[in-house]
């Protein structure tokens, strides 16, 4: 009986300060992305909301995550939006990379020369006199 009530008072203490910390529990929320990349995102889902009044990437939601709920049910989802805005600048972010590879392959081509052992004829013309 004397277990009974000091478990059942430890429960009625946990119920009433949910706040307390207990070695025991483990955080449920640990898998949830947090930091300036997690802000980032945000911001830019807010951008696009108030930009073009869409909501998502793959699928419309329920509801818009930034705009206020009088504005109804989101019609369409942001990805057509979202590549128009990164479209443009991702032209000369390609044109960058291929000729940076272009300049990469053209020095290894330049040190692969290197490597290979060039003999003069003067040298191999003594070499036969020594034989």
């Not at 990164?86 to 390609?94: H, P, V």
Request: glycine share 6%.
């Amino acid at each position: 009986m004397c277990t009974e009530s000091l478990s059942a008072r430890k429960d009625a203490w946990e119920r009433a300060n949910p706040d307390a910390e207990d070695e025991n529990k483990e955080n449920p929320y640990e898998f949830v992305p947090t930091g300036t990349t997690v802000e980032t995102g945000i911001a830019t889902i807010a951008y696009l909301e108030n930009k073009y009044t869409c909501s998502g990437i793959c699928k419309t939601p329920l509801f818009f995550f930034s705009l206020e709920l009088m504005k109804g049910i989101p019609k369409e989802t942001c990805l057509s939006h979202l590549k128009s805005e990164i479209g443009d600048s991702m032209t000369y972010l390609g044109i960058t990379s291929l000729a940076v590879g272009l300049i990469m392959m053209l020095i290894w081509v330049c040190q692969y020369s290197l490597w290979c052992k060039y003999e003069d004829e003067d040298d191999q013309i003594k070499d036969r006199n020594r034989n």
